[in-house]
């Protein structure tokens, strides 16, 4: 990209509602195929980037803190700087530029807040270099290096929303993914703004962790696990398929359903306090079920309302309870500006 224009570009977070774990390989393999249901909320990283005259490359962290290094594969590979050198060097090695990041999302929030700006910074660095990697490999480029930077397995559907926003059912199987995207105008997404609750419980989760303990269940073997795991999948189709009903009762139902299982296949998916939060009586008047995002360990908490009517207690009783409720729209996913002129790469 020629001139000294910055490059501006913004995705979302995403919450799922369920099928994760699903979308781990090699589960989707192992099991046959998977579903993974999720949505994109405005909850956003950005990454901005611009051309200097002046060597070397300039990057800021915010609050004022900023650190300059000869060239982008000279970084570090310790703390916030961790994430930045691995999407540095995917790319060919690069020099004159300045790029600041930021996240709207907590730390440790189990909705993808780490694949987001991943994908924000593939995005940009790709624009910036003349080197854009295609919309439909930036996913697996994506997780590929979310994976090196942990170290462990990751799974592949937080992606996805960051790019196309929306409500999201994706079918993983062996070498290819598929997705139904219904966009934020349908009425499924006004159905889930006007029913789903969010809140941060204010305990910092790792997915890594959290993951590598289901799968192992999985491929340890033993025909109960595999079992457990063909009842995630089908109670991802159930979500799915209530959804495009708008029936709150039957997705409360098969989300607590679906934390059943999840915690009979590993106890550390949740913890006491948010456990105690869903058995209050006055909890369980305003709202059907909720879970744990992501991975779970901690994170945010999704919820199903009994009612629209019942928001602004249920927000209260989590505040109680020491979670932090989260007030969010449905995502229309990547938003790149150059220039401050939104292009369009869809």
């Not at 803190?65 to 970084?75: G, W």
């Not at 570090?76 to 090695?93: A, C, Q």
């Not at 969010?198 to 073997?221: C, F, M, P, Q, R």
């Not at 989300?255 to 999840?262: D, L, T």
Request: proline share 4%; net charge positive.
């Amino acid at each position: 990209m020629e001139g000294s224009s910055t490059v501006t570009v913004k995705t979302p977070v995403r919450v799922d509602i369920a099928g994760g774990t699903l979308d781990v390989y090699p589960v989707y393999n192992v099991i046959g195929s998977s579903l993974t249901v999720n949505f994109a909320i405005n909850v956003f990283s950005r990454v901005r980037v611009k051309r200097r005259d002046d060597e070397g490359i300039l990057i800021h962290f915010g609050r004022g803190e900023k650190r300059e290094f000869a060239h982008s594969h000279s970084l570090e590979n310790k703390g916030r700087l961790s994430l930045i050198k691995h999407v540095f060097e995917y790319f060919p090695p690069l020099n004159n530029f300045v790029l600041s990041f930021d996240s709207e999302a907590p730390m440790g929030s189990g909705l993808g807040a780490s694949s987001s700006l991943i994908v924000s910074l593939l995005i940009a660095i790709g624009l910036i270099s003349d080197n854009l990697i295609p919309l439909r490999n930036l996913s697996l480029v994506a997780s590929e290096i979310e994976s090196s930077l942990i170290k462990m397995m990751t799974g592949k559907q937080d992606y996805v929303p960051a790019i196309f926003g929306g409500l999201n059912v994706i079918r993983f199987s062996p070498g290819k993914t598929q997705m139904v995207n219904i966009k934020k105008e349908k009425a499924e997404c006004r159905f889930l703004e006007e029913y789903g609750l969010l809140a941060y419980t204010g305990i910092s989760h790792t997915s890594a962790n959290e993951n590598w303990l289901l799968v192992k269940k999985l491929l340890d073997g033993g025909r109960k696990n595999q079992e457990k795991f063909m009842q995630l999948l089908s109670l991802a189709k159930e979500a799915s398929d209530v959804i495009s009903k708008k029936d709150p009762a039957m997705l409360g139902a098969v989300i607590e359903r679906e934390w059943h299982v999840r915690k009979s296949l590993s106890p550390q998916v949740t913890f006491d306090r948010f456990e105690n939060f869903l058995k209050k009586k006055d909890v369980r008047k305003m709202i059907y079920s909720a879970r744990l995002c992501g991975a779970g360990g901690g994170g945010t908490m999704f919820a199903v309302l009994k009612g629209p009517e019942h928001r602004k207690s249920a927000e209260a009783a989590a505040e109680k309870a020491g979670f932090s409720p989260l007030p969010f729209s449905i995502s229309r996913g990547l938003e790149v500006r150059i220039g401050g002129k939104r292009i369009q790469l869809l």
